[in-house]
């Protein structure tokens, strides 16, 4: 985590912010990307992400996407584990700032 990040909170805004996304990964990711990385993660996600407006969309398939994406292209060098790892701070924000609402996914009825 990234000390001048330590106190920092995303503003809740009208639109997810493209700069304050990629703080939010710093603040939280638990390995070293470069920004180039964090950008490029960050810009295959808002492609499926608007390619999917208006659609309900689930987490898997916005990580299976990107990561997909930029393996085919090599476009970036992680690992998937690594990629799906920024997707879920990328959709960590969006669920902080109120853009993206999880859904129930299991089948367990009752809940």
Known sequence: MSKALEHWNPPV???????DTVKYIYKYIEFHISEDEAYTIL?????????SA????????LT?????RLQNNY???????????VVELI???????????QQETDNQGGR
Do not use: C, M
Request: net charge negative.
């Open 13 to 19: 805004t009208d639109k997810p912010d493209y700069f």
């Open 43 to 51: 810009n295959a996600f808002i492609e499926k992400w608007d390619a």
């Open 54 to 61: 208006g659609q309900l969309i689930r987490e898997e398939e």
């Open 64 to 68: 299976a996407h990107v990561v997909e």
């Open 75 to 85: 476009e970036v060098l992680l690992p998937a584990p690594k990629i799906k790892r």
């Open 91 to 101: 959709l960590g924000y969006l669920f902080e700032t109120g853009h993206f609402f």
